[in-house]
């Protein structure tokens, strides 16, 4: 075999690159699409709620609609461990000031007029509903997205005395 010179290759590195390119791309949207994929079904990293102040990514969560619409209408999807709980705020115009998504304190008269207790931490308005006839007892009714034990607390609290809210 007769000697030769050592082989040179063109274009070998600009074909590596696009190639390398082409990896880091299909990769880049293959992440994208799981992203998006985990935001549609509310799994960004939040495992359940964490109380009624709740991570922010689980609060984005519960944000999600639900695919069937019961009795047609909209419901928002919530995360584990939250319920619904229907409660009477005793001044009805301050519950015309809130909207469908806002966080509210729950707060319960103690005793005298003097003293008062946090029943609920920002807790979110899932539903307003329109006022049907005036109640006896007045005031107006929402319904809270919170979790199990709180809503239990909500409806003890709201037995025995009447419920204020404020805007967290």
Known sequence: MPPFGPLRLRGSKRRLRRALLRRRRATAAGLAMTAAALAATGAGGAVGAAGAGGDVR???AAGAVAAGPPAGRRRAQRPAGMVSAPVRIADAATV????RG???DVIAGVG???EAR???????VDEIPAAQESVPGGGALIVLSVPRDTAAALAGASASTRLAVTVC
Do not use: M, N, Q
């Open 102 to 104: 806002d966080r509210v």
């Open 96 to 99: 015309r000031l809130l909207r």
């Open 118 to 124: 946090v029943v609920a931490s920002c807790a979110r």
């Open 112 to 114: 005298g007029e003097t």
């Open 58 to 60: 689980a609060e984005a």
